[in-house]
C-alpha cells in the first residue's frame, strides 16, 4: 500500500498556489521596479514635507524656520497632502504585482531574505496605515482613538526606515531591471523572476490582453486623475474640477474656511465680552489694550494666506497692528520672541502658540484685527488673532487674549508646553 501525502486530495482550486501560477506579465520585476521608483519618489517626499510641517509645529534650536518666502509652508503641505493621496494608486498597484512573491517556498531562505521580507512587511503596513489615517485626518473624521499627529510623526520614521533597507537590499534587481532601458518592458524575458506562460506566448500580453507599458499607463493615469480631484483645495485654478477635495477652501465667513469654529473652541462668550482686553507683558511691565486702542494704533495691511495642516489653503487680506510695534510698546525690541495665549481652554493644542523673534521682526506678522476690510468674524478669531507668513494655519492662533515678550515669552512657553 503506497502512502500519499492527504495534501494530494486537495481539489485543485484549494491548492495553495505558487508564483508561477500568476501568468499576466505584469507580475515582473521590471513593472514592480518602476512602480518602486515612484512609490519610493513618494515616500521620500512625504517624509520630508511631514518632517518639515511636524518641525513648525514642534519647533528645535538647530533648524529655525523664516517668514520668507510666505508662501513656503503652503506649498510644503499641499504637496504632502496631494502626494499622499497620489500614493494610494501606487500602494494598490505595487501590492497587485508583486503579490505572487507572497506564496514563494519556503518562506525564508537565510538571514538576508529574511530582512527582506521583514522590512517589506513592516513597509506596507506602516504605508497603508499612513495613508489610511492621513486621509481620515483630511477629511476630520478622528475615528482612531489615539494622537493622530503623534503617532502619524513615528509611523513616518517606521515607513522611511524600511523603504531605505528595502532599497538597499533590492537594489540588484532595481539595476538589473532598469538596465535594459525603456523599450524592454514589452519584451518577453525567459530569465524573468516570475513566471509569464509558455515561451510561444506573443510577447507583452497575456490572456486579458494587458500589457507592460498598459498597466503602468493606467497606473498613471489613475494616479493624475486622483490628483486632480482633490488637489483643487490648495491649487485655485483646479478648485472646480475638485470632486473629491474634501474642503473648499474659500466657503466659510468672509470667504475664507475654518477649521475649529468659536462654539467648537468655548469662546463665543468671552471672545464678545464688553470688557475684553489684549493683557501685553514685556520687560517694561504689563499693559492692557483694548480693540478700541488697537485699532487706533497703526494699522498695517497684509495679504497672507491660511494654510492648513490638512492641506486646503487660501489668501486673504488682512489688516491689523504688527506685531513687532506690540513688542516695543512694552519695553522689548522689535525682533524679541513672543509667547501668544488664547481664549481657549488652556492645556489645548490651539491655546498657545510662539512666535521666534525672526517672524515678530517681520513687516506682515500681525495682531489681525479685520478681514477682507471688515471686522474680523467671530469664528476667525474676533476681537484679534495672530496671521504671519510662511506659518501653519494651527498656529495662527485666533481668540488671543495675551501676548508675552520677550525673555518673559520663553518661560510662558514652557509652562504652556507642561500644561
Not at 122 to 134: K, W
Not at 259 to 284: I, Y
Not at 353 to 378: F, I, K, N, R, W
Amino acid at each position: 500500500m503506497v502512502n500519499r501525502p492527504l495534501l494530494s486530495n486537495r481539489p485543485s482550486w484549494l491548492r495553495i498556489p505558487e508564483p508561477g501560477d500568476f501568468r499576466s506579465p505584469v507580475h515582473d520585476e521590471r513593472v514592480v521596479a518602476r512602480l518602486g521608483l515612484f512609490l519610493g519618489a513618494a515616500i521620500l517626499i512625504l517624509f520630508v514635507t511631514g518632517l518639515i510641517s511636524h518641525l513648525h509645529q514642534h519647533p528645535v534650536s538647530w533648524l529655525p524656520f523664516y517668514p520668507e518666502p510666505v508662501w513656503a509652508y503652503r506649498l510644503n503641505q499641499g504637496l504632502h497632502v496631494a502626494v499622499g493621496f497620489a500614493t494610494l494608486p501606487l500602494v494598490l498597484a505595487k501590492l497587485y504585482t508583486v503579490y505572487p512573491q507572497f506564496f514563494v517556498r519556503p518562506p525564508l531562505t537565510g538571514p538576508l531574505h529574511a530582512l527582506e521580507r521583514g522590512s517589506v512587511g513592516v513597509l506596507v503596513a506602516s504605508t497603508v496605515f499612513q495613508i489610511v489615517t492621513g486621509i481620515l485626518n483630511v477629511f476630520k473624521l478622528y475615528v482612531f482613538g489615539f494622537s493622530f499627529t503623534t503617532v502619524h510623526y513615528a509611523t513616518a520614521w517606521l515607513a522611511f526606515g524600511a523603504a531605505l533597507v528595502h532599497v538597499g537590499i533590492s537594489f540588484p534587481v532595481l539595476f538589473r531591471a532598469f538596465a535594459a532601458g525603456a523599450r524592454d518592458l514589452d519584451v518577453a524575458d525567459p530569465d524573468e523572476r516570475t513566471t509569464n506562460g509558455p515561451a510561444t506566448m506573443e510577447p507583452g500580453t497575456s490572456g486579458d490582453g494587458a500589457t507592460r507599458r498598459g498597466f503602468l499607463a493606467s497606473v498613471a493615469v489613475a494616479t493624475l486623475a486622483l490628483t486632480a480631484l482633490t488637489v483643487g483645495q490648495t491649487i485655485t485654478p483646479l478648485r472646480t474640477v475638485a470632486l473629491l477635495a474634501p474642503r473648499d477652501p474659500f466657503d466659510g465667513p468672509q470667504g475664507l474656511a475654518v477649521n475649529k469654529t468659536a462654539r467648537g473652541a468655548g469662546v463665543e462668550e468671552l471672545a464678545t465680552a464688553e470688557d475684553w482686553a489684549l493683557e501685553l507683558v514685556g520687560p517694561g511691565g504689563t499693559t492692557h489694550l483694548t480693540r478700541a486702542d488697537l485699532l487706533a494704533m497703526s494699522q498695517h495691511e497684509a495679504v497672507l494666506p491660511i494654510a492648513c495642516v490638512e492641506g486646503w489653503s487660501a489668501s486673504a487680506r488682512w489688516s491689523g497692528v504688527r506685531i513687532r510695534d506690540l513688542a516695543t510698546l512694552c519695553g522689548g525690541r522689535a525682533d524679541d520672541p513672543v509667547h501668544v495665549e488664547s481664549l481657549q481652554e488652556a492645556g489645548t493644542f490651539y491655546a498657545t502658540s510662539d512666535l521666534p523673534g525672526s517672524y515678530v521682526a517681520h513687516d506682515d506678522t500681525l495682531l489681525a484685527l479685520t478681514l477682507a476690510g471688515e471686522d474680523l468674524d467671530l469664528d476667525h478669531g474676533f476681537p484679534a488673532r495672530i496671521i504671519a507668513p510662511n506659518r501653519p494655519g494651527v498656529l495662527q492662533t485666533k481668540w488671543v487674549s495675551r501676548l508675552v515678550v520677550g525673555s518673559a515669552a520663553v518661560g510662558s512657553a514652557a509652562v504652556g508646553s507642561a500644561a
